[in-house]
């Protein structure tokens, strides 16, 4: 409950006229400060208050009962020096700082309607729990907050990539190639997607680019997908061989070691999103489409972005979903819905991520565009905030719910979030 307490302090919800010091000294806060959720260190930083006429400026600690202070060693920590106020809801001693100085406390308590509707939030099983008063909610207070939610989930993926450039030495590329490979496992295979690309020395397979075979080779082999122990002997068609020896070359040549065939998944998949068909598409863009960075920053409308990602299959995986078993000849082509979720998890978070490393708002501002012109995703999550009574317009919408869900319900961090924040209020 102690962070319901930090709740009380951030939103002033006490009587401001009646603050006392458990020395007997009469408070006026003027700034609370900053809720200090990412760090250690006080709770509240730069605050700002007045005790007895005199303003002070500094750090804020709260705990549910002033023993703690000494419980958690802040009396050794020169970090609390700056503390000028410790808050408690149970006062039952004195604190001090390291440097010795005795601070005032002020005895604070949750109100108990507050709490009340606090522990509503935490039980109710009903998603989202805070159903009941969206509905009552000013547009302009689900609006802005949709809009910072939708932030938060690009500067989400901002920082994976900024761990991919950290990996790659900074080379957007690379970058690129892996963030759209991860993608390309839509959500089953990403993981196992994302270190195949990263084992992947683009240099490398740029010497072969123009030979589609080769790129082909060269990628299911690096998946572990060429190994004889995967495929049964009467399954070892003339194609499984012929990749076998192109990518056994390769191999050779620059010293290649493939990912563990291990990491791939195939149960409960739908057989147009196997590896080896997804593989195949890969091999297709990066061959015959030759899709690169600079083509990215180019290229400026969804239907050309969805243009440049549109690709089939190679002729054999027309007719195969996996290695020696015929099937009915289909093009295999992305789908319009693998289009968009490629514009969401690749375009937009690359150009946003590159707008921020280029300090440009132009590129970063773009990265919206593309998700409010994308029909939003439709799910579980977006059908129960719709029957809430949350207009979902578009993709920037359906992420920033996704977002609340991931990063906010499902944490029952109810007190950061400002429908949790309405509905404590109410």
Request: one cysteine or more; aromatic letters at 12%; glycine letters at 4%.
């Amino acid at each position: 409950m102690e962070y319901l307490l930090h709740y009380v302090w951030q939103h002033r919800c006490y009587d401001a006229s009646n603050l006392i010091t458990a020395q007997g000294q009469k408070i006026e806060v003027l700034d609370p400060g900053i809720h200090n959720i990412m760090y250690s260190g006080p709770d509240f930083i730069n605050a700002k208050i007045k005790v007895e006429g005199v303003v002070w400026a500094g750090n804020v600690e709260i705990h549910l009962r002033s023993s703690d202070w000494k419980r958690h060693h802040h009396e050794r920590d020169e970090a609390y020096n700056n503390v000028i106020l410790h808050i408690a809801e149970q006062i039952d001693t004195e604190v001090q700082t390291a440097a010795g100085r005795t601070l005032p406390q002020l005895q604070l308590s949750i109100p108990e309607k507050l709490e009340a509707n606090y522990r509503e939030l935490q039980m109710e099983e009903t998603y989202p729990p805070c159903y009941r008063v969206i509905p009552k909610l000013p547009l302009l207070t689900v609006h802005s907050w949709m809009s910072r939610l939708s932030v938060e989930r690009l500067e989400e993926k901002t920082r994976r990539i900024d761990d991919y450039l950290r990996r790659t030495a900074d080379d957007w590329e690379r970058v690129f190639f892996i963030t759209l490979a991860r993608n390309f496992g839509f959500g089953t295979n990403s993981a196992a997607f994302e270190l195949w690309a990263i084992s992947i020395d683009l240099s490398f397979l740029g010497k072969h680019r123009d030979d589609p075979l080769q790129v082909e080779a060269f990628f299911i082999g690096q998946a572990g997908l060429l190994d004889e122990s995967l495929v049964p002997p009467e399954r070892r068609d003339n194609y499984f061989r012929l990749l076998q020896r192109e990518y056994e070359f390769l191999r050779h040549k620059f010293g290649l070691q493939p990912v563990s065939s291990a990491l791939w998944r195939f149960g409960r998949l739908r057989p147009q999103n196997f590896p080896y068909v997804r593989l195949s598409q890969l091999a297709r863009l990066y061959s015959e489409h030759q899709v690169n960075f600079s083509m990215l920053l180019e290229t400026r409308s969804n239907e050309d972005f969805r243009r440049l990602f549109r690709v089939g299959v190679t002729d054999y995986w027309r007719t195969h979903y996996t290695f020696g078993v015929e099937s009915r000849s289909v093009e295999k082509t992305l789908r319009e819905s693998s289009l968009d979720l490629l514009l969401i998890n690749t375009v937009s978070p690359l150009l946003f991520a590159y707008g921020r490393h280029l300090m440009d708002e132009d590129l970063s501002e773009r990265a919206f565009r593309i998700l409010e012109q994308i029909p939003p995703e439709r799910n579980y999550i977006t059908r129960s905030w719709q029957r809430a009574g949350i207009a979902v317009e578009h993709a920037a919408d359906s992420q920033a719910l996704i977002q609340l869900r991931q990063h906010y319900c499902e944490r029952k961090d109810c007190l950061r979030c400002r429908f949790g924040s309405a509905y404590l209020r109410q």
